[in-house]
């Protein structure tokens, strides 16, 4: 299971490139605008914001293959890297500060990270449970649909792109529950899962759960375009991250019943609290850009 942690560290790494061009791309679009058509038309010139895009796509095709191996709060707590890599990245490049305790913050994840990667037992799940998987599906729309009608309600306000990472956060949190759920299935189906095998992306295109994971990543998608267009990312994504993790770990214990020993816990909310008090620290500080 080396391969595949290395793997998903990779990944961390296309996705932290990914947010920086997307928000290079995005800086300046139709500033103080709910509206999606005026920003779909601001990104068709913009080759840097596609180029985030592009990166983003490969780092997701590949986690396909990654989270169908390894636990999902195991793989998913271990991109948390990610956004620790943003915030690094977002402050030499975008010159946005961080203060002391968001320096703190990103230590206290990188401490979890390095213990998830010595967790002993990173296959634990079991079959799906479907009844519990209906049960956080329902709560999930109806928490997106609230955050977005609270975001046009605030739209005025300074600070109201956090609704919107909020919402990225429950849906991309849903999209990874749904994407285990989907090659669970397959594997079932088949004996295992590929992505490089046709007979494993046909029946994983083709199953049902296929469907609410697409409807969960193009809403997530929507929001986290609207999340960059608006404050810094040392703000709103940490709020994504903390929101999508919470999510996807609950899912491993309720919906997979996997395994949680005290270094799994451990390290989980080493993460988790690393990211919490990123999201703090951002808040309070209201990090400014400099010239």
């Known amino acids: 299971m080396i391969a595949y942690s290395f793997a998903a560290f990779l990944c961390s790494i296309m996705y932290a490139f990914s947010a920086i061009f997307c928000k290079i791309g995005l800086q300046n679009a139709v500033a103080g605008s709910f509206s999606l058509s005026r920003l779909f038309e601001f990104l068709i010139h913009r080759k840097i914001w596609v180029l985030g895009v592009a990166m983003s796509g490969l780092a997701n095709i590949a986690m396909i293959q990654i989270q169908s191996r390894l636990d999902i709060s195991i793989v998913y707590s271990f991109l948390n890297l990610s956004y620790v890599l943003i915030l690094i990245l977002g402050h030499y490049w975008l010159k946005e500060m961080l203060s002391q305790l968001q320096w703190i913050g990103v230590a206290i994840v990188i401490i979890g990270t390095v213990l998830l990667l010595i967790v002993p037992d990173p296959v634990s799940g079991h079959a799906t449970n479907y009844k519990v998987l209906i049960v956080m599906t329902v709560f999930a729309v109806t928490a997106v649909i609230s955050l977005v009608l609270a975001a046009r309600v605030y739209s005025s306000e300074t600070n109201y792109e956090i609704f919107f990472a909020l919402c990225t956060g429950i849906c991309f949190g849903s999209l990874e529950i749904y994407l285990k759920t989907t090659t669970n299935l397959v594997s079932d189906e088949l004996g295992g899962f590929s992505i490089f095998s046709l007979s494993s992306v046909s029946s994983f295109i083709q199953s049902w759960p296929f469907i609410a994971m697409f409807f969960?990543?193009?809403?997530?998608?929507?929001?986290?375009?609207?999340?960059?267009?608006?404050?810094?990312?040392?703000?709103?994504?940490?709020?994504?991250?903390?929101?999508?993790?919470?999510?996807?770990?609950?899912?491993?214990?309720?919906?997979?019943?996997?395994?949680?020993?005290?270094?799994?816990?451990?390290?989980?909310?080493?993460?988790?609290?690393?990211?919490?008090?990123?999201?703090?620290?951002?808040?309070?500080?209201?990090?400014?850009?400099?010239a």
């Open 216 to 290: 969960f990543g193009a809403v997530g998608w929507l929001c986290l375009q609207m999340t960059y267009s608006h404050g810094n990312i040392s703000v709103t994504v940490p709020i994504v991250a903390v929101t999508q993790r919470v999510v996807s770990v609950l899912a491993g214990y309720f919906v997979f019943d996997e395994d949680f020993s005290l270094l799994r816990i451990t390290s989980i909310l080493s993460i988790i609290c690393g990211v919490l008090v990123l999201v703090l620290a951002s808040i309070r500080a209201r990090p400014v850009r400099v």
